[in-house]
């Protein structure tokens, strides 16, 4: 007697068994026996099928982490800022640099949270891959604050001396705008004004008024007896910035990407001619120059200016092709030069319309950075040894 679909007829099966739905076979095709359910990692409910009853089971869930987040520069000169700022807390307090990292970046980034792996591993791979030179380093380390207090533990220390200096009783918005003023001098205090996003004409509100007048009493309390003129500055960029934050107004940053400068597919020709020229022209004055020369060194240049190698006035005729070629040269760079000095001047132009204070400092030239003043005794000793002696001169 032949078995029923599904069934076995003995210890071998004539036919495929078909499977019911949603039941995973097993190695060797057949379905799970006796209610065994294979553990599934999709998250699905798996049914068994046994020959009492069908029961089905929840499969476990498995925890699975966002996709691959992409860093953007800004983000990633950030974390640098984190970094150095968490060094020297941990060397000021003593504090875990992991969880000073951590606290740090979360509470200066809200919209980004992280954890510690992520972000030490990611600081680490920064500094062995060399993606930052050294210059850069040491410009995002003399950008962060000096002698920064750790959020995380001294946070009600502050609160405590904001509020001392504070006329009025804290409320909850002061205390909230005094929370988003000091994330946002972490962010900018000491960067360049260039690297900062430019602050938009704001519409003058109610709302407006009162975040503004907020912000001025959290600029009060932040400037102490000993703040020298750039904590002030910084005091009131940051103070701007968060009169823009607590009203949602949105800020442009002004590291745009760098436009590629494409060079034109004519110039692209007329160098790659110009080196040409320049290679027969040396071929030309090795031989011209040569006290036994042989014509196999100007085969090819006299085949491709149709002059015969066996021609009497062979020499004199070279003479004249590398004078010829030189003068092409000439012609050819001048086109160029023409160009250039034109883009020149049209970028200078540009430049001139769209931030003249730009255009004044390229047309100083060099600039140093770092500038070594004379202290007042050597002020004092030089003027010392002008006036000091007394001589008489003839005019």
């Known amino acids: 007697m032949k078995g029923g679909r599904g069934q076995r007829a003995g210890p071998l ?5 078909v499977e019911p739905d949603g039941v995973s076979c097993g190695a060797s095709g057949a379905a799970p026996r006796d209610g065994t359910v294979r553990p599934n990692s999709h998250g699905r409910e798996r049914r068994s099928i046994s020959l009492d ?4 089971r929840p499969a476990e869930v498995s925890s699975t982490r966002d996709g691959k987040v992409r860093w953007t520069q800004e983000e990633n000169i950030l974390l640098m800022r984190t970094h150095f700022i968490a060094q020297q807390q941990q060397h000021d307090t003593g504090g875990n640099y992991r969880e000073l990292l951590t606290t740090i970046w ?3 980034n809200p919209e980004k949270q992280s954890y510690p792996n992520l972000l030490v591993n990611r600081v680490r791979l ?6 930052f030179s050294t210059v850069e380093l040491e410009a995002i380390k003399k950008s962060i604050r000096p002698h920064t207090p750790n959020p995380a533990e001294n946070t009600d220390v502050d609160n405590e001396e904001a509020y001392a200096e504070h006329p009025m009783e804290p409320t909850p918005q002061w205390c909230q705008t005094n929370k988003i003023f000091q994330k946002n001098m972490k962010m900018y205090a000491r960067v360049s004004t260039q690297d900062r996003p430019k602050i938009p004409r704001l519409k003058g509100s109610r709302k407006i008024l009162e975040s503004v007048e907020r912000a001025n009493t959290v600029i009060k309390s932040s400037i102490r007896s000993d703040s020298t003129i750039a904590d002030f500055v910084d005091s009131v960029y940051a103070g701007a910035i968060t009169v823009c934050e607590k009203n949602g107004i949105r800020l442009y940053s002004r590291q745009t990407k760098p436009r590629e400068e494409k060079m034109p597919p004519w110039k692209t020709r007329l160098e790659k001619k110009i080196n040409n020229i320049r290679k027969i022209i040396g071929t030309l004055h090795t031989y011209l120059n040569n ?8 085969k090819r240049v006299t085949s491709q200016h149709h002059i015969k190698a066996r021609d009497e006035q062979l020499r004199q005729q070279l003479i004249i092709l590398c004078d010829t070629l030189k003068q092409k040269i000439k012609a050819l760079g001048n086109r160029i030069r023409r160009y250039n000095e034109r883009v020149k001047r049209y970028k ?4 001139y319309y769209k931030n003249p204070k730009q255009f004044h400092r390229s047309l100083e030239g060099t600039v140093t950075v770092n500038k070594s003043y004379p202290t007042p005794e050597n002020i004092h000793a030089t003027w010392k040894e002008i006036w000091a002696h007394a001589g008489d001169h003839d005019d």
């Open 53 to 56: 009853k069908i029961r089905t």
């Open 106 to 108: 979360n509470e200066i």
């Open 126 to 131: 920064f500094l062995q891959n060399e993606r």
């Open 291 to 298: 006290n036994s020369p042989t014509r196999k060194i100007v």
């Open 348 to 351: 200078n132009s540009q430049l």
């Open 13 to 17: 099966r004539s036919r495929p068994e």
